[in-house]
Structure formats: C-alpha cells, structure tokens
C-alpha cells in the first residue's frame, strides 16, 4: 500500500469523522475532505467554531474513513495546519454548494482553509479485526 492508495480512497469516500482534541476530551465530527493534485488532505471549517478553536490548541488529529460498504476502514493521524490560499478557498467556493453563505469571498477571514500534508495512514478490514499490531502503516 502507498499514500497513493490512501489518496485514492479518501477521493473515493471523502466523508470522514474527524478527532481532535479539547484539553482532555476527544470530540469527532463529520467532516468532507477536499482533494487537489498536491497528494494532501483538505479541509473547511469556519474560525468561530470550537474545532478551529481546538486545532489552534492542539494540530493532532485523527481521521477515519469507512468504505460505503462498510468492509474496509481508513485511519489517518497527523498534524492539521492552517493554509491560506485564496486560489484554493475560491476554488472550493465556486464549486461547493454548502460554502455558498460565505458570498463567495474567498478572503473572508472566517473562511478557514485547513490542510493534512503529512500523516501516518492505516487500512482495516475485519479480516483483520484482531491483528491490529500487525497493519503496516503508511507515511504521506
């Protein structure tokens, strides 16, 4: 397995639950994944929510990604950073429906564009329900 499969399965199942931190509680959320051509994992959040709140506390994260047949599961750990790219916020805004509220400006400073560069991914079947240990995980 390569962070090309990872790429791929995130592309084909972009719905995830995204954990972070808040002091010692985990919280997880639904979050959609945005792909470019960069091989990094995307994000949108806006600054006023408590998940922005807590990545400018703590970056970690952990995502989790499930095939819609439920037979094989992505997990993915690394650190969250914040991006400023108006060219991808506008992108993102042109094209996705629920960012519509934003009116279209891609320097609104609530806009907040996050990116997954680097990570440690691991697949999961149920064949491998109790071999965790022995998943070899992949680097991005």
């Known amino acids: 397995m390569s962070a090309q499969d990872v790429l791929a399965f995130v592309h084909e199942n ?12 985990p919280r997880a959320r ?14 949108t959040t806006g600054a006023t929510k408590n ?9 970690k994260v952990e995502l989790c990604y ?10 993915v750990s690394g650190e969250i950073e914040v991006i400023d790219d108006r060219e991808k ?5 042109d094209e996705r429906d629920y960012l519509k509220s934003l009116k279209g400006n891609a320097d609104d400073p609530l806009f907040i564009l996050l990116r997954l ?9 149920l064949e491998q329900n109790m071999k965790e240990n022995e998943i070899q995980p992949i680097e991005f």
């Open 14 to 25: 972009p719905a995830c639950i995204f954990s972070t931190m808040d002091g010692d509680q």
């Open 30 to 43: 639904g979050f959609l994944s945005v792909l470019f051509d960069d091989g990094c994992i995307y994000f």
């Open 51 to 59: 998940v922005y709140k807590q990545i400018q506390k703590s970056p």
């Open 66 to 75: 499930l095939s819609r047949d439920f037979g094989r599961m992505l997990r």
């Open 89 to 93: 916020k506008q992108k993102l805004l």
């Open 117 to 125: 560069a680097h990570g440690t991914a691991r697949f999961w079947t």
